[in-house]
């Protein structure tokens, strides 16, 4: 896999798939049992009888009901956890932080993701670069809207909030991919993790000495309380921007169109009314979110919904069943951009709500707008075979093939 004729995606994608099309049957057969279960974590991660090392215990958290308890309740349910997963290749992010350490270290951070700041980025990298994408799909009257707009664009954005030279973004990409890999194959997450912080040693130093108008630039001189972020702080978080805002708002916006072009309907309806357009971009994510699941880990006895929950256990939070609870939602399983607001897990929720949900959100704004206004004929293209939604843990079709 560290060869350079090897296509990231395509061993993220086979590996992350697992050969699962469509996990919610299952999860709403496990809800209905229960809104929580155990698991035994040596058959989830399929040890072998010669694995000796003990165990935590394990819960899968699947109602709606009992994500929100825990997603919002940071003191029973810590984000520690992710310290001797995710640290190890990410380092000491917002994504392991618990309180008040979380609190202060992301107050920070949003100083570069000011209302300013998105206007500008919307407006001077997001659109043009869209725009650009969708006109070249519409001269050619057919395209691939997975390969060649959804997952390029997003890691193209982060490289240009980030100010780095276009001719870095292959390798930038690349790497990318790699770091995200590193569930299946450690040795090709780890280095492409020091190859990043590399990168990034690289581009932060002049910075501090001379600031430019650019992410890195705010996060080298951005002070709360007289706290400013060393570098390796910062190398942290850059590492985490990459899954959290490129992975995660391909596979979004991917899941949005396919909802849309095999519900054509409700399509055609969004092209006559782009007020719709808010509410078609909530309901895709909760329809189907790029992330289905994050883990917590209780630091106490509790009870979830109802059921028992040791302390020191692993909990599995899955955002996607919890979106699909049919206690709260009619017709759940279904993609209805009409249906009526309700609040969705997808962003999480409580303290460690999505730090980037405003510029998800707005690139998919901005992504929806220009393929409404420049391919008002646009259609699934019925050559194409078995176009579907797969993956467990990340779910997204790996293809789009459309007319228009």
Not at 127 to 136: G, S
Not at 393 to 399: E, H, V, W
Request: hydrophobic share 40%.
């Amino acid at each position: 896999m560290t060869d350079q004729a090897v296509d990231p995606f395509e061993a993220f994608e086979q590996a992350m798939a697992q050969g699962v099309r469509d996990p919610y049957p299952e999860w709403a057969e496990m809800r209905r049992q229960s809104p929580v279960h155990e698991l035994d974590l040596r058959e989830e991660y399929g040890l072998g009888e010669d694995f000796d090392m003990e165990l935590p215990r394990a819960f899968h958290v699947l109602s709606y009901d009992g994500v929100t308890q825990v997603l919002r309740d940071p003191e029973t349910f810590s984000s520690s956890y992710y310290a001797d997963t995710m640290g190890m290749v990410m380092g000491h992010s917002i994504l392991e932080m618990d309180e008040p350490e979380h609190h202060h270290y992301r107050g920070l951070i949003q100083q570069a993701f000011t209302r300013k700041a998105l206007d500008r980025w919307r407006d001077e990298l997001v659109r043009p670069m869209v725009t650009e994408i969708v006109d070249d799909m519409a001269s050619r009257g057919q395209a691939d809207l997975v390969r060649e707009l959804t997952f390029p664009f997003p890691v193209r954005v982060i490289a240009g909030m980030l100010g780095l030279p276009a001719e870095d973004l292959p390798q930038f990409h690349r790497w990318a991919v790699e770091l995200i890999s590193v569930g299946f194959d450690l040795e090709v997450g780890m280095a492409a993790s020091q190859k990043l912080r590399d990168y990034f040693a690289s581009v932060l130093a002049p910075r501090r000495a001379q600031p430019q108008d650019d992410l890195i630039s705010v996060l080298a001189h951005a002070e709360l309380d007289g706290v400013t972020l060393d570098d390796e702080q910062i190398f942290a978080f850059l590492r985490l921007l990459l899954p959290a805002g490129a992975e995660t708002t391909y596979r979004s916006s991917s899941n949005l169109l396919f909802g849309l072009l095999t519900n054509p309907d409700q399509l055609a309806a969004l092209q006559a009314d782009r007020s719709l357009l808010p509410q078609a971009i909530e309901e895709g994510i909760r329809w189907e979110p790029p992330l289905t699941g994050i883990a917590r880990w209780s630091t106490r006895d509790v009870e979830v919904d109802g059921v028992p929950v040791a302390a020191q256990s692993v909990i599995q939070v899955n955002m996607g069943s919890a979106n699909r609870d049919e206690k709260r939602w009619e017709r759940a399983e279904q993609f209805d951009i009409f249906r009526p607001p309700l609040q969705h897990v997808s962003f999480a929720l409580g303290p460690h709500t999505c730090l980037g949900m405003h510029l998800a959100r707005m690139e998919t704004t901005v992504a929806m707008e220009t393929i409404l206004d420049r391919l008002p004929n646009l259609r699934l293209d019925p050559t194409a075979e078995d176009i579907h939604i797969h993956g467990r843990a990340f779910r997204a079709p790996q293809s789009l093939p459309v007319l228009c």
